[in-house]
């Protein structure tokens, strides 16, 4: 019974550091959404992407920020040179095709010293 | 800009009794809502969801009430129970389930002994 599988669940960063966040979506899932969640917020919508494909990036910040999702392998979230102000919780999301719900990961906890 | 408001950080209900979560929205092109459960250090839960061509959807102790006029929903919890205790997120799409998710700031539903 996989479900949305990410690791690392906790990640520690020092500023100017790389941070590679990776989702493994369900069995058959070919969709991968990443949240972005600060303190006391909700959930923010960052990137939405099928294999080899960015079907819409329009939440991810202009620089710094990428994320991938090849043939083979994981779904990575790429953050160069962190700041503490990417210190939240990012969280992956993967859905089987259209119309289907958006199932959630655990999440990694991304803390920038 | 917040498209999606819950507007009760917090609801103490007791054991037995009835929840009532409520979510107002503001863009009209959202045609699809949902539903998430969140403990601490997890991912968001699946819960329930509805289409806006619907105005009532039902699973189990879980209901959801969506008005279309007035731009709200709601989802009743009955009888609620202690394990409910958790954070509650309503969260929109504007295309079916698989599109980005706009959510809400989140309620923490608190359901005493």
């Known amino acids: 019974n996989a479900g949305v599988m990410q690791n690392p669940r906790h990640l520690v960063r020092r500023r100017g550091q790389e941070a590679r966040l990776r989702c493994s979506p369900m069995?058959?899932?070919?969709?991968v959404y990443w949240y972005r969640q600060l303190p006391e917020e909700g959930l923010k919508f960052m990137v939405y992407?099928?294999?080899?494909?960015?079907?819409?990036e329009s939440g991810m910040p202009k620089e710094r920020f990428s994320a991938e999702f090849p043939k083979e392998g994981p779904s990575i979230l790429r953050i160069q040179q962190v700041v503490r102000g990417d210190s939240a919780a990012y969280f992956c999301?993967?859905?089987?095709?259209?119309?289907?719900?958006?199932?959630f990961g655990p999440g990694t906890r991304l803390t920038v010293l | 800009d917040q498209q999606v408001k819950q507007n009760s950080p917090s609801l103490s209900v007791q054991e037995g009794r009835i929840s009532i979560l409520n979510c107002d929205y503001t863009?009209?092109?959202?045609?699809?809502f949902l539903w998430y459960k969140k403990y601490p250090a997890e991912g968001p839960t699946f819960l329930i969801s509805?289409?806006?061509?619907?105005d009532k959807n039902e699973d189990g102790r879980f209901t959801v009430f969506l008005n279309k006029s007035a731009k709200h929903l709601s989802l009743h919890i009955v009888p609620s129970q202690p394990g409910d205790s958790a954070v509650y997120f309503c969260?929109?799409?504007?295309?079916?389930?698989?599109?980005?998710?706009?959510f809400g700031k989140g309620t923490k539903l608190t359901v005493n002994p």
């Open positions: 999301a993967s859905s089987g095709s259209i119309d289907n719900e958006q199932f």
């Open positions: 069995k058959g899932h070919s969709h």
């Open positions: 992407l099928q294999k080899e494909n960015i079907i819409d």
């Open positions: 863009n009209s092109m959202f045609d699809y």
């Open positions: 509805i289409s806006s061509i619907k």
């Open positions: 969260a929109a799409s504007a295309k079916g389930g698989s599109e980005k998710l706009v």
